[in-house]
Nanobody, 121 residues
Framework: QVQLVESGGGLVQAGGSLRLSCAASGRTFSRYGMGWFRQAPGKERELVAGISSSGSGTYYTDSVKGRFTISRDNAKNTVYLQMSSLKPEDTAVYYC??????????????WGQGTQVTVSS
């Protein structure tokens, strides 16, 4: 069982930056692939970025490549999402999730409560 708590969301102007953090409970964090998802009003939840259990492999959806960076610190049971050059279309609730494989959407079994990111134009 893994419990996830996100933090770091907020209101930022376009072009600005935010860093999201996701703290995980339990001693098995390093076994899980981790992902950051987002869901905007009226849209489906999408995988924004994923990272393998060791941190050696990462994935980004095309719309955030070059702007977002996912990382993890297994010693601190924490995964991060550094977001730069933010755009109004990045506005969404961002969720942290843990799964047996970061690359397999259906493997994500544990979810945080979400944190709101709002980018003003």
């Amino acid at each position: 069982q893994v419990q996830l708590v996100e933090s770091g969301g907020g209101l930022v102007q376009a072009g600005g930056s935010l860093r999201l953090s996701c703290a995980a409970s339990g001693r098995t964090f390093s076994r899980y692939g981790m992902g950051w998802f987002r869901q905007a009003p009226g849209k489906e939840r999408e995988l924004v970025a994923g990272i393998s259990s060791s941190g050696s492999g990462t994935y980004y959806t095309d719309s955030v490549k070059g702007r977002f960076t996912i990382s993890r610190d297994n010693a601190k049971n924490t995964v991060y999402l550094q977001m730069s050059s933010l755009k109004p279309e990045d506005t969404a609730v961002y969720y942290c999730a843990a799964g047996t494989s970061a690359a397999v959407l259906t493997s994500y079994a544990y979810w945080g409560q979400g944190t709101q990111v709002t980018v003003s134009s």
